[in-house]
């Protein structure tokens, strides 16, 4: 047993840089698995994560009489293993042949499942063991360890996103062994300056440390794909000679590649009636999926098969319009516009990158088509950018909408998107002119529903936001592989009417719906599904029941939720629905997992897992160490305490994120924004609160009450200060977002060493507990917040983490209250 080891700075600066490394390690993992994988693989890195800090509590609670007469080299030892986990683990999760398409119904690729987050939970538990255990040894400095954990966590992100444009994104993971080294130095030789007896074997560990950071530095990284993104594909073709890799960038809005291949032709619903052929191609990939199409061309002559597209319907409705192309990518649709004699073409996307390589790289190969005096580049969300402009357009192209219909997979529902909702519509068609038109063009499935969401959506843009009748603004008429839905500023006259008929028929498009149009006069050319007998399709007995007047019951009776989406609920793309189950077990049997919201029940079966294994870990200390753990007292205010701040902790963070990413204009900006300033000044919080010189439980209180004012405050002022700097350049908004969450965020860091502290004066051995109950919470809180999200809003589940601080601060009530020794 070695001697006490008394505490100084360089432990919380120990603490700080691996903070960083962990919050650098998971938005590396992230972007690397994004590419890899697919969006909902973000969810389980987060879950995971805090899994494994949620472990080490447990790990702690049982263990840390044993550890702490250690403390030096077994934190050493914790170090090494995190530094060596990182590599060993992502490398060997990547290397599995895991299968995301039959992960639902096939135990094999179940067990695969179970065993990559096995290999992602790794690392984290090391982490999360580190900081608990300092945390636990040094308890009369909690607040400064603390506060040093939250700034490292709010400042990872920073140092992630900034390597993001540097490092390829395989390789990011591999990063993070330095972080750690760093650790590993701030603790080791301040610790070993006055005592020479432990320099030896300390030093064995530090050489160790550096041989493997070296070695993975200089190591090739896992860049396996999903066999069934478009990455992988084109990589097989280029294996066969059959596809040329032009180019990748990373950044951290996405990873860009673009390829050439003869076999890739990608001219979204074309008509059979087109006179040319595709041109030459080729395929721009954000994050391994085909994000857009280039034509490789010389001129707009050879784009002469856009002319056959629905997407050239609106265009044929207007005289030389100014025209709004919103998440344009490869410039398809630039010469389109082009083409059709548009006036000025503003195109409007997220990353400037984009821009770049058609200036440079990609100039010859088709890039040149944005080098016009009609065009105006915007690097921009093209949320955003709609908030922002007072410029009129007579045609608004959503080509961010523009794709085939959404997979049965689901694998895109858990995204949010702020341009596909109500608000978003409704202020798009602000700044139309007075013949000014909306056009969206989806692909259609059997049965239909994105083009039923789109048609809601524009209802309620209409109805909600103006004194107008939805039914007299819409115009919509499809072939056999996508609908074309137009919304007008102004009421469809009974010419514009005619002009559309007439220009529909010379496409072979058929008539969904316009004003005034009669259901026995519908015939269709491109027969698609219908209600039984019924002459017409789904689509139009859909926008029928929408524009009746009472759609409710339609939305209640429909498969799938095609419900308009808001900005509280901006889930274009989900369109899961409880109450279909049973039709789908019912209609395709033992396949019903197949045709659910893959995303959505990923999610889901990893929440229903976590809270299981969170269970069973909160009660295994418990029950394992039964003669020691039922002595404590203030069993039952703890496990409240620590579980309601770690939820409301994670729901308001979360939450906080979706509020600003509007205002901010990008989701990567808002969650380095709010990661900095809720954890940043939660941690100055931290380390500050313990001056005050006030009890422990009295923080308690005034901080629940300081967290709900400042949150309620935030709320009633935040439409009116953000719309003040709308048009303010992103540094001014960025700091605009950090300092408007610095009150809730200051406040919301006392909340934890405050009971911490109150455990150290009431019930000292169940600190390790707490540490671990918390770090659970927090497990359960991440995917149960988007859940929540998807299905009443975010300013439900905002008000649900309000009230688990007030649950919190109950307790406070608790712990003077005198409890029997074995009781709780």
Known sequence: MSAPIIYNRWSAVTIFFVSIAVIALQLMLMRALSVSHYYHFSYLVISTALLGFGASGTFLALFFDLMKRNFFYVNLLLQLLFLVSVPVSYTLAQSLPLDTQYVLYSGEQMSLLLLYNLLMFIPFFFAGTIIGFM???????????????????????????????????????????????????????????????????????????????????????????????????????????????????????????????????????????????????????????????????????????????????????????????????????????????????????????????????????????????????????????????????????????????????????????????TEAMARAREILSDTGIISITRGIQSPPRDNIKIAAMFANAVSVFSQDDPADHLLISRNYLAANTLLTRSPISQPLIQQFLEEAESLLLDIEYHPGIRTEDIRQDNLIEGPEGANYSYIHYAIKQILSGNPEPFFEDWVYNIRAPSDDMPYFQDFFKWSSLDLFLETYGSEWFQRLELGYMILLITLVQLAIVALLLIIAPLLIRLPTYIRARHKMPTLIYFFSIGTGFMFVEIIFIQIFTKFLGDPIVSVSAIFTSILVFSGIGSMLQKKIGLLPIHRMRIGVAAILISTILLLITSDYILNLFIGSGTVLRYLVTVFMLMPVSFFMGWMFPSGMEQLEEKSEILIPWAWGVNGFASVIAAPMAILLSMSIGFNYVLLIGLGCYILAVMTSWMWGVRTHQAGW
């Open 135 to 421: 945390l636990s040894y040094f308890k009369q400095e909690v607040s400064e360890l603390y506060g040093a954990n939250l700034i490292g966590s709010g400042l990872g992100g920073i140092v992630a996103l900034g390597l993001m444009y540097h490092i390829p994104v395989f390789k990011l993971p591999y990063f993070i062994s330095l972080l750690i080294l760093f650790a590993m130095f701030f603790f080791y030789f301040p610790l070993t300056k006055h005592r020479v007896l432990e320099i030896k074997p300390g030093i064995i560990i530090i050489i160790f440390a550096i041989a493997a950071t070296l070695f993975t530095l200089f190591s090739d990284p896992p860049d396996s794909v999903d066999p069934y993104k478009s990455l992988a594909h084109f990589q097989q073709l280029e294996t066969q000679g059959d596809a040329e890799h032009i180019l990748t960038r990373y950044s951290p809005r996405g990873q860009i590649d673009v390829y050439s291949s003869p076999m890739f032709h990608h001219t979204l619903f074309a008509s059979p009636l087109a006179t040319s052929l595709p041109p030459r191609q080729l395929a721009l990939l954000l994050d391994g999926e085909i994000a857009g199409t280039i034509f490789s061309i010389d001129d707009s002559a050879e784009a002469a098969i856009m002319d056959y597209t629905p997407q050239s319907l609106p265009y044929r409705l207007l005289q030389n319009p100014r025209v709004l192309l919103l998440g344009e990518t490869g410039g398809v649709n630039v010469w389109l516009a082009r083409r059709m004699g548009a006036s000025t073409i503003t195109v409007v996307q997220t990353n400037p990158q984009l821009f770049h390589l058609f200036r440079n790289e990609l100039y010859e190969s088709g890039g040149f088509v944005f080098d016009d005096n009609r065009v105006h580049l915007v690097a921009e969300h093209p949320r955003l950018y709609l908030e922002r402009t007072d410029k009129q357009y007579d045609l608004i192209h959503i080509v961010a909408g523009e794709t085939m219909a959404a997979g049965s997979g689901g694998l895109q529902g858990l995204n949010e998107d702020y341009l596909l909702t």
